[in-house]
């Protein structure tokens, strides 16, 4: 996730000195594939949850969700192997059946069994992670955050390969999401960065880049083969600068920005997704918006109205177009995830870890 950093650094440097330390917990056996061990049957398309926790902690975490039951299982990583997961729990992905959790700030990428959540193996060496995208079972691309090169991994071995060097330099380089279109793979640079770099995967170097507005912090492709990215502005004070955010679309095939809407300077737009049929964006500007990938202009009326808290993450279910968003409250309690109708009904709420950011749907 994207996030005022300095302001999340300052909290967790307050935070530090009530610091604690949690001992190893006896495994709990899971199997989302049969029940909870209640009698009450999740449906196998569930929706994890990564809970980032505090920066330094080691507390971050992984829930787990049945929409049909409306179950939810928190700590079920640390419940299920005895060890925590780690500090800053970024992102997850499942690829052949696999699951694939980054922990950003502990450099390392666990794969789980996803009706077990036990640990199957990890990769470790990396800078700080952030994302995962795969290109086949035995290659995949690791962004990082403080370390311009895209890593390259062998899933199959869990070890890192090679590495895609960038013009970026280690104090402000970045990468971020990733999508593919044909060969190609696009990545936005975030921190202190206002670019879109294209990458040839079959020789591994970044084969053109495309300046957009001031950090973009997600990216995600549409129906038609267009990528879309939300850039936050940067903030008051910046020593990259500081303007009006925007949200960007590009044509994959050649590469140019097709079109791109201005918002007003100070605000804050985030978390750029998709729903299933990608054909209508949804994002957080405080309040959550939507708006068809065809459209002109960005909507006067958001989708569901600011409710004067931290919406954090945002997720869309790629079945019936549910919508799941993240509360992070202060940062330092327990989070909790609300569940829309695509008609904008709340369904359910649910409470998670601290600072729940990314979501993975099974």
Not at 323 to 352: C, H, N, W
Request: net charge negative.
């Amino acid at each position: 996730m994207i996030r005022n950093t300095l302001s999340l650094l300052l909290l967790c440097l307050f935070l530090l000195p009530g610091c604690m330390e949690y001992g190893d917990r006896v495994q709990e056996e899971f199997d989302t594939g049969k029940d909870f061990g209640d009698g009450s049957v999740p449906t196998g398309r569930g929706l994890f949850i990564t809970n980032e926790g505090n920066f330094m902690y080691g507390n971050a975490s992984l829930s787990y969700y049945d929409p049909e039951s409306m179950r939810v299982e928190n700590e079920v990583f640390v419940r299920a192997n005895g060890f925590k997961l780690g500090d800053v729990a970024q992102s997850m992905i499942i690829h052949n059946g696999v699951g694939w959790v980054v922990v950003n700030n502990s450099g390392v990428i666990f794969a789980i069994d996803p009706d077990t959540f036990r640990e199957i193996g990890r990769i470790t060496g990396f800078t700080s992670p952030r994302h995962i995208h795969f290109l086949s079972d035995e290659k995949a691309y690791v962004t990082q955050l403080w370390d311009p090169r895209i890593y390259i991994v062998n899933p199959k071995t869990y070890g890192i390969t090679g590495y895609i060097e960038t013009d970026m330099d280690f104090e402000s380089g970045s990468t971020e999401q990733m999508v593919q279109y044909g060969k190609y793979v696009f990545t936005n640079c975030w921190s202190y960065q206002n670019r879109i770099l294209k990458i040839d995967t079959e020789t591994d170097r970044v084969v053109g880049e495309l300046t957009v507005g001031i950090q973009p912090t997600s990216l995600v492709m549409d129906c038609h083969d267009r990528l879309w990215t939300i850039t936050d502005g940067g903030y008051e004070g910046s020593p990259y600068g500081y303007e009006a955010p925007t949200l960007c679309c590009i044509d994959a095939e050649t590469f140019t920005v097709v079109k791109q809407f201005r918002f007003g300077l100070g605000d804050c737009p985030s978390e750029v997704q998709l729903n299933g049929s990608r054909d209508t964006l949804y994002w957080i500007n405080k309040s959550v918006w939507r708006m068809d990938v065809d459209a002109e202009r960005i909507p006067v009326k958001p989708f569901l109205e600011y409710r004067k808290t931290l919406y954090y993450g945002l997720t869309v279910n790629p079945v019936n177009s549910d919508v799941y968003i993240a509360d992070a409250i202060d940062y330092v309690q327990p989070g909790v995830v609300y569940r829309y109708s695509s008609e904008g009904k709340q369904l359910d709420k649910f409470p998670v870890g601290i600072i729940p950011g990314s979501f993975c749907w099974r």
